[in-house]
């Protein structure tokens, strides 16, 4: 069983930057794959970005490319998700998400899931 609790959403100017957290806890957490998924109002929920166990290798949804990075911190068993030149339809819920086994862009596969941390985005 793996806990996730997500932190750093806000409300942020259009072009401004926020880094979103998700502390892990529970057995053996640094040996999952994470990800990133967000759900604005009125829209599914859809893939934003996710790593792989030891962080080597990351990928990002279209929108997001070269705007967002996502690390991890094994020994802090924290992931993070630095959003930089947000824009307002970056607004949204965004979720952490944990997964046994290889990284993974679908969110029916995952495992584990925080509560959400919004994220405003104003123009």
């Known amino acids: 069983q793996v806990q996730l609790v997500e932190s750093g959403g806000g409300l942020v100017q259009a072009g401004g930057s926020l880094r979103l957290s998700c502390a892990a806890s529970?057995?053996?957490?640094?040996?999952?794959?994470m990800g990133w998924f967000r759900q604005a109002p009125g829209k599914e929920r859809e893939f934003v970005s996710a790593i792989s166990r030891g962080g080597g290798n990351t990928y990002y949804a279209d929108p997001v490319k070269g705007r967002f990075t996502i690390s991890r911190d094994n020994a802090k068993t924290t992931v993070y998700l630095q959003m930089n030149s947000l824009k307002p339809e970056d607004t949204a819920l965004y979720y952490c998400?944990?997964?046994?086994?290889?990284?993974?862009?679908?969110?029916?596969?995952?495992?584990?899931w925080g509560q959400g941390t919004q994220v405003t985005v104003s123009s």
């Open positions: 998400a944990a997964r046994q086994g290889a990284t993974s862009l679908l969110m029916r596969q995952y495992d584990y």
């Open positions: 529970g057995r053996a957490s640094s040996s999952y794959a």
